[in-house]
């Protein structure tokens, strides 16, 4: 019998073997299992419990205990753990490849560049900015968030307020913005609108330490581009703090509020009180 797929399975040697004899072979005692495989009895025994523990092999009580094999349909259980691993490993290869990639960058001077698509790609860009060890700026086009990335941006929200992780956010002084700033204040979110910022641009830009990302919004064709260079990150931040310089700061908007924007920045309210953007 070809073993391979058992071992790929996750089935050690010893495994692999004795429950392909007991496939072929039917409930066996120990001892039959001992003599045939060439093993000693001690590590029969405790192959034969860590196949039952897998759910592969079923002890028979009797004068003699005799060892049954399960149906082959359950290795899908295996199947099953070894891709719900593989897929926290690829959950933990994103989370660490910024990191990754800084540390490279650092020592052959050359910026990196990352490309995603899809809301995945928002979730991961995203993720990266909670490495952050300064504020993080923004600049926003709250027209364009589709309402697939608002989810994603949600609930990035909640995890950047609970690391008390602060962020500064331009936006267009529009109606839409306007409207998201009466229902979405945060303690840790400072926002002001630039009255001539043309909207309309479907985009939103972060900076942080020494990267930038770029996240289109509308939902037709989702693009995250991650950068990670000090330079370029220095000339956007030049530009960022140009504009902040010219925005009319929004706090939490006051219970009267028509068409000006109050001033009370730090009323504290959950994050989960509303939707919010960014």
């Known amino acids: 019998m070809n073993l391979s797929i058992l071992?790929?399975?996750?089935?050690?040697?010893?495994?692999?073997?004795?429950?392909g004899l007991l496939l072929e072979n039917g409930s066996m005692k120990a001892s039959d299992i001992e003599n045939l495989a060439n093993i000693g009895r001690g590590n029969v025994y405790n192959t034969l419990t860590k196949?039952?523990?897998?759910?592969?092999?079923?002890?028979?009580?009797?004068?003699?205990?005799?060892?049954?094999?399960?149906?082959?349909?359950?290795?899908?259980?295996?199947?099953?753990?070894r891709l719900t691993e593989a897929k926290s490993l690829e959950t933990l290869f994103q989370a660490q490849l910024p990191t990754l990639t800084s540390a490279f960058n650092l020592?052959?001077?050359?910026?990196?560049?990352?490309?995603?698509e899809?809301?995945?790609?928002?979730?991961?860009?995203?993720?990266?900015s909670l490495t952050t060890k300064e504020e993080i700026l923004t600049i926003v086009d709250p027209d364009a968030i589709s309402e697939e990335i608002l989810d994603v941006?949600?609930?990035?929200?909640?995890?950047?307020v609970d690391r008390k992780i602060s962020k500064r956010?331009?936006?267009?002084d529009t109606?839409?913005?306007?409207?998201?700033?009466?229902?979405?204040?945060?303690?840790y979110t400072t926002t002001r609108l630039v009255p001539k910022l043309s909207g309309n641009f479907k985009?939103?830009?972060?900076?942080?330490?020494?990267?930038?990302?770029?996240?289109?919004?509308?939902?037709?064709h989702i693009i995250s581009i991650l950068i990670n260079d000090k330079d370029m990150a220095a000339l956007q931040r030049v530009q960022f703090e140009f504009l902040w310089q010219n925005g009319i700061e929004h706090q939490a908007a006051s219970a009267n509020a028509d068409d000006t924007v109050a001033s009370d920045t730090n009323t504290r309210r959950s994050p989960d009180d509303a939707r919010s953007i960014m």
């Open 175 to 187: 109606p839409k913005a306007r409207e998201w700033l009466k229902q979405s204040p945060n303690p």
């Open 153 to 160: 941006e949600s609930r990035y929200i909640r995890k950047r």
């Open 51 to 81: 196949l039952q523990k897998d759910g592969l092999v079923l002890p028979i009580e009797g004068k003699q205990t005799r060892y049954q094999p399960v149906n082959p349909a359950e290795l899908r259980k295996l199947l099953d753990k």
């Open 7 to 19: 071992h790929e399975l996750g089935l050690g040697q010893n495994e692999a073997f004795i429950y």
């Open 169 to 172: 956010v331009i936006m267009p």
């Open 118 to 128: 899809g809301v995945e790609g928002v979730r991961q860009v995203l993720q990266d």
């Open 203 to 220: 985009t939103a830009t972060e900076i942080y330490d020494h990267r930038l990302s770029f996240i289109t919004l509308s939902g037709e």
């Open 107 to 116: 020592s052959t001077g050359k910026p990196a560049i990352q490309v995603f």
